[in-house]
């Protein structure tokens, strides 16, 4: 085995990926993250130094937002530095952690279960970011000055502290067209879709993806082993259903079938149910994706040809219905 194979494979075992950003990019990250702390910093020192405590509890205090300033900078558009994980993480796992401090007794064994209680309550609400496991070990071993806060800690100066760093994320952000913050905003002001129907058939390659992720020039968190894999299982799940809805009932949930900004999911809320042409209209309403709460009309044939298939939202996902994951 040459020493190219070896240190490749070496490599792969380490996780060393390929990162396929810009020199600008990652320029523009580190800006990013240098302000926002900079910023975040000393607006928590006049804070703090306001209420009497000393330098180094302002230390402890701001180090979580240093790995908060790394997802909002290098990696805007990620699930977990969107705005609700980052306040959610944050101000969630303090108020375990604190809770955990005065009502658990002190040792290493309260500080592993204020980080485990914070990591459970974010995966069921929604808002995992990695930095609200140093907050709730902040809480718990930060010393007099935070611990004699109490949940004082959550509101003043820790909740500040992560808006003023979340204002600047979406002020700097917001400079390049390509990295607005939320992702919510970068989706709809990037680069438009093609919407004409294929006219032949073709299959998604990881070649493929690479080259989408280059041109969005913006680092994506997840493998290429990952994305191979979320590939394949794509590819394995659209070739379950190819064919129209054989029918429309009202009360239930259709999919487009398209992908990113495109796709959208519509109830039918009410039908006419009519035997005559052009009669037999339904009543719909978009419950997810684009144009999002929108109601509209049209006659069931018309619906029928624009569902890809019928839907059902299970853990917050939809899904096929009938498909092993609707269970």
Not at 10 to 26: D, M
Not at 32 to 43: D, K, N, R, S, V
Not at 228 to 250: F, V
Not at 306 to 318: N, P
């Amino acid at each position: 085995m040459s020493l190219k194979s070896i240190l490749a494979n070496a490599a792969q075992w380490l996780g060393i990926e390929r990162n396929q950003t810009s020199h600008g990019e990652k320029l523009i990250s580190a800006c990013g993250a240098a302000i926002g702390i900079t910023a975040t910093m000393m607006f928590s020192v006049w804070l703090i130094s306001g209420a009497g405590l000393n330098s180094t509890a302002s230390l402890l205090i701001i180090s979580s937002l240093g790995a908060s300033a790394v997802l909002l900078f290098a990696v805007p558009h990620g699930a977990l530095s969107q705005p609700w994980p980052v306040i959610g993480g944050h101000m969630i796992s303090a108020f375990i952690g604190v809770s955990c401090q005065q009502w658990l007794p002190e040792g290493v064994i309260t500080a592993g279960v204020a980080v485990g209680l914070a990591v459970g309550v974010m995966y069921y609400l929604r808002c995992i970011h990695p930095p609200g496991g140093a907050t709730a070990l902040t809480a718990v071993i930060g010393g007099n000055d935070i611990v004699g806060l109490g949940y004082q800690f959550l509101l003043y100066p820790l909740l500040l502290n992560v808006l003023v760093i979340l204002l600047i994320a979406l002020s700097f952000n917001y400079l390049f067209r390509w990295r607005r913050y939320p992702a919510h905003i970068n989706a709809r002001h990037h680069t438009e879709y093609n919407t004409q129907t294929p006219t032949s058939d073709y299959v998604l390659t990881t070649e493929d993806f690479n080259a989408a992720i280059h041109e969005l020039d913006s680092f994506v968190d997840i493998t290429e082993e990952g994305l191979t894999e979320l590939l394949e299982k794509a590819r394995q799940h659209a070739q379950l259903s190819i064919s129209h809805p054989a029918a429309i009932e009202q009360g239930r949930y259709y999919s487009n079938g398209n992908i990113g900004s495109l796709w959208n999911v519509r109830q039918v809320i009410d039908a006419a149910d009519s035997q005559k042409p052009g009669r037999d209209l339904i009543i719909y309403k978009t419950v997810a994706g684009q144009n999002l709460y929108e109601t509209g009309y049209c006659d069931r044939e018309s619906f029928r040809q624009w569902a890809r298939y019928e839907v059902i939202e299970t853990q917050g996902l939809w899904v096929k219905a009938g498909s092993n994951n609707s269970v």
